[in-house]
């Protein structure tokens, strides 16, 4: 069983849609991390969320953690075929380490 | 300011052979993390070097995998000998210093194994 699991795991979309993708679990973290990861590239880093509840945006992505600390949700508005990768999330343990989920593969379709 | 650097970025190799990744992380960061990838799921660390010192090695299989970080700055991770479940994208990270610093990924290394 996955420590996080993430759905959906394959999401395919128009270009102009928006979207929402999750990351759950029965854990609670002290902070969690949402990666997009391209083809042939390794994952870049998007965003930190750390307070239950916290929202973060960035341009056309929101991020919301949980009031529990235990899942979080990205929403991307008006999805863009530069958009299209795997999205990871992770955790922190209490031991400091950094777990990922299995990740939600988009693609837009222009 | 340059990324993390990864050789080579594509492997295939025979099963029972050997197999070593070189990776050199950004300029100054002290800590250097192995991660192996497979496909259709996310990373899973493997070793987290701090400068030269290992300091979470319990997910590295040690009978076949082994890990080096001389002078506290390049790193080489090696499998010897090679079966074919270690087919994956092998990451390196790097981060300033503590874990909980921002991870800077390569872009890996694709082994496969025939």
């Known amino acids: 069983t996955q420590l996080l699991e993430q759905s959906p795991q394959f999401l395919s979309i128009q270009e102009g849609e928006n979207l929402t993708v999750y990351c759950n679990s029965s854990?609670?973290?002290?902070?969690l991390q949402w990666y997009r990861q391209e083809p042939g590239e390794g994952p870049v880093l998007l965003v930190t969320?750390?307070?239950?509840?916290e929202v973060k945006k960035l341009k056309r992505l929101t991020f919301q953690f949980g009031d529990a600390r235990k899942d979080s949700s990205l929403h991307i508005t008006a999805a863009q075929p530069g958009d299209t990768g795997l999205y990871l999330c992770a955790a922190r343990l209490d031991n400091n380490d950094m777990r990922f989920g299995a990740g939600t593969r988009l693609t837009v379709k222009p | 300011e340059a990324g993390v650097a990864q050789s080579p970025r594509y492997k295939i190799i025979e099963k029972r052979q050997s197999v070593a990744f070189w990776c050199n992380p950004i300029s100054g960061h002290a800590t250097l993390y192995w991660y192996q990838q497979i496909l259709g799921q996310g990373p899973k660390l493997l070793i987290q070097?701090?400068?030269?010192?290992?300091?979470?090695d319990s997910q590295l299989p040690k009978d076949r995998f082994s890990a080096e970080r001389l002078k506290g700055v390049d790193s080489t991770l090696k499998i010897q000998p090679a079966k074919l479940e270690d087919s994956a994208v092998y990451l390196c990270a790097s981060s300033f210093g503590q874990r909980t610093d921002t991870q800077y990924f390569g872009p890996g290394t694709r082994l496969t194994v025939l």
């Open positions: 070097f701090q400068n030269n010192g290992v300091v979470d």
């Open positions: 969320v750390v307070t239950g509840g």
């Open positions: 854990s609670v973290f002290s902070s």
